[in-house]
């Protein structure tokens, strides 16, 4: 619990179609407030006309909902997708959005840490790009929502517009086997998305780290936890990471069997927690442990 | 000549060692000015208590110098170091700081173009780590300035308060072989410094573009003329490339020949001709051209 | 014309199921014919039980037909596929295969060469993966051989059959988008497979060079001609590169023209007048210019 | 202890000015004595005029004096470097030259492994390019030999003599800060040159593996033991990895620490400990394990 007068840090994100609109009404308006500017970032894409802005500020934690209305009223006016989000609000119990496609073994290990209180979190809705996995969102009795056509393709707006429905704190992709748009990113930014890479980055960082490794003959095969950064590679943003070496001669599908069942829901797991206890957090385009 | 009411294009920098005090009171003044924020980047070298910030903003000339006072009375009350610049102040003819080490052909090129008139600007002053090329300084009449140690090592401070001292728009690294850290890339950040690679970017990176790729057996050697931006590597920021192939079996020495002598000083006076007339300019991390 | 006893280079490759029956045989009978090994390579690609061999020997130009007869019994004997070739055999005219996908302009480009006489080689045969370019060999009278399925995936061994029936000395890959597997690059090993990679290699070296050098805002485009030297990535192996040069702001589309109607078309015919005029060989893995 | 009769893998390698010279005699004659050749490789240098031979041919144990004998005399008269090994011949305790620079961690490792009986070998000599390490030889009574001048370079045939004369079957490169010329690695080719790259390869290659990838923020670290193969960067050489992962937050120096007393020490001693045992072995150009 947070006292009402002390200052908690608050993560605006704005997506929109140019870049004075965007930057203008919003730090104008939380400079009015008073704020602390602790971190702002701008990009455009430019052919595609969409800019995006996140801008970290700290604020008395009572406060939060007054400018979340304000900025809520700034960004119907101006055409812009305005979020306004704390990592203080919902820090005694976030909650979590488990995005999946097929495999099971890493949201199975963050549902049953969650259910044995290893990972101090709510899991607030599981999103699939296909339907293998809707049983065991049933099974641990959390909302299931598909988001992806016959063929697993994602509509990213609606993932968008779920995540916002069930009040999500942090996105992890759990095997998640799309890519997420830039607009998406910038929505969720500042920490907020948490992806488990089934490779050791930064080698191997393609879709297929088990058999691009093993084609290079690797003795080290491992998994990394990363915050997803608008704009950048992950590299900075790692959360966790967790390996295991083999004897020369053993074959690529017992090296793949060891890296899902055992290694990756380990690195995920323990990813998860560390940002749900705040061990780490983002700050700029780095994770820093938290003091 | 710009009238005094009609928007000017502004760069504010600012380098300090923490990011609340960086940011605050300058947002607060320009936007109490009634600028309109196009960009703002921000960023922090965490373990060496580095922060910078660049702000882009539109105001009408008349006021440039009014902020530029007020930001330096900022500066000089918050131990920030404030640099306010616009590229529209000396359009006509900007001032360039040409920055040598030993080789003569690429700055050459650029104080003979100046001369002839196909490069419409000043030369400011000819910025030097290494003896060398005094001896072109007194031939084309320009300052002199000499930043480096006995063996080369570049006082990067001194650098700085050069440019400051010659009012210069514009830093031309004319195979200029130290690297700016990246505080003086921050103090002069916005598309101001201009740097020659001696390679086709984004092949060879190195200090030795040409011994690279013969060692590969190419047969294009390329020079690549881009802005400096700070935190990033080349890539988006180029300004011009000029190539030239040959036959297989020539000399590296030949081609290094051909390199230095000929296609380098092509390839970087062009480059800044595009800046000088205002064809090409820095929007976010990139290039683009003018409308 | 090369007089019967004067000495000239052969080259035999050799793929087999394992390595001791592939090398002894044939390297019992060419000592035994007095030859000098000038280079000799190996390979393996053990989970296949593919085995490869290379042998670059020098011989009376009378004994060609001899060993050429005796290396096939031996093939026929020992289950390897065997081939002999000399570049003397067809010096003044070589005999090329130009296989091609969709694109018309390079095969266009090399048969214009041909009929012209910049490009001493007769056309023996044109090869597809797709329909598009039949009416391009009609035209030029060039047989035609289709070897891809109504999906465009070649048959990889129908083309080696097709290549032995015509008695193909340089294979041309001319925008033709399939990879050959190693088994076909070795067979035609010895720097007779030459490809056109229509990016500047070695930056961009995937499927869409344009598009990931535009992607990076390069103000240079390339085309690269070399050999395909198996289990090596072309580098050293560069026989021409031909680039253009872009104003900023150019879009993609006539970047992709320029590129594809002038530059690539001359940077294929030029790299193939180089190796069919013996003005570069493969030596070891390198190109080197003929004396 | 091998039969007379049963055949064993010998290695022959050959360094010399040109490919005629080099190949043919010795083909010749290990053809001539009846031997299967099983694998062949050769390089040039061509600039450098150097070239250099690989054969790893199987003969009965009871020739394998003679065979040496008649390629010394081969070698003498040709001008070649020739060598002739079996990794049989001192299977049960093959002779090791533990090749160090400053830090005794890894040949520590080596030699307590050799006392205890873990690493079944004998320590025949240390090399060093600096002094620091005597003591250490003297500690275990290894005989020690000083390659390096007052400046740390090293004198690359007197290590080839120093390897002679001392009869190694491997050369370990313990944290050994020097690279072995091409002459070197080929003159001791065909899985004989072990090295400890203390970074977990393919990432961070370079010669600051622990700065390189803190600079990332990297939470794994590693170390890499891999054969030296001539012409190849390391990567399906590798016979052992072994990593340590961190929690966000620790500091270079104590990553450092880790990484030197307890990471790389284990690396090497298993890795070696493979290569003794004979349970990894190199297979043209990969590790394989042997069944």
Redesign the interface.
């Known amino acids: 619990m947070t006292s009402d007068s002390a200052l908690i840090p608050i993560v605006i994100t704005a997506v929109g179609p140019d870049?004075?609109r965007l930057?203008?009404p919003i730090?104008?308006y939380v400079?009015g407030q008073g704020a602390?500017?602790?971190?702002?970032?701008?990009?455009?894409h430019?052919e595609e006309a969409l800019f995006a802005m996140l801008l970290r500020i700290a604020l008395p934690a009572s406060q939060l909902t007054e400018i979340r209305h304000a900025l809520a009223e700034i960004g119907k006016l101006k055409k812009l997708a305005v979020r306004v989000w704390s990592p203080e609000e919902r820090r005694a119990r976030p909650r979590l959005a488990i995005c999946v496609t097929n495999r099971p073994e890493t949201p199975l290990a963050l549902l049953r840490g969650i259910r044995d209180g290893q990972i101090k979190a709510e899991p607030a809705v599981m999103i699939g790009n296909r339907p293998a996995l809707r049983g065991l969102a049933e099974q641990f009795g959390v909302p299931w929502e598909m988001i992806g056509d016959s063929e697993g393709r994602a509509d990213d707006e609606r993932m968008i517009a779920v995540l916002d429905q069930y009040n999500v704190d942090y996105v992890i992709l759990a095997r998640y086997m799309r890519i997420l748009p830039p607009a998406s990113c910038w929505k969720y930014a500042g920490g907020r998305i948490i992806n488990l890479h089934h490779g050791?980055l930064?080698?191997f960082p393609g879709p297929r780290p088990y058999h691009d490794a093993y084609a290079?003959?690797?003795?080290?095969y491992?998994a990394t936890c990363h915050f997803i950064v608008p704009e950048l590679d992950a590299?900075?943003?790692?959360?966790?990471?967790?390996?295991f070496?083999i004897?020369?001669?053993m074959k690529l599908d017992e090296i793949i069997r060891i890296g899902q069942e055992d290694n990756e829901p380990r690195c995920l797991a323990e990813g998860v927690r560390?940002v749900v206890d705040g061990?780490?957090q983002l700050?700029?385009h780095?994770?820093?442990?938290r003091r």
Chains 1, 2, 3, 4 share one sequence.
């Open positions: 870049n004075v930057v203008d730090i104008h400079t602390n500017i602790a971190e702002v970032q701008m990009y455009d430019d050791l930064p080698s290079s003959r690797m003795l080290t491992g590299g900075n943003q790692i959360i966790n990471q967790t390996t070496t004897p020369p001669g560390r061990e780490v700050h700029f780095r994770v820093v442990a």
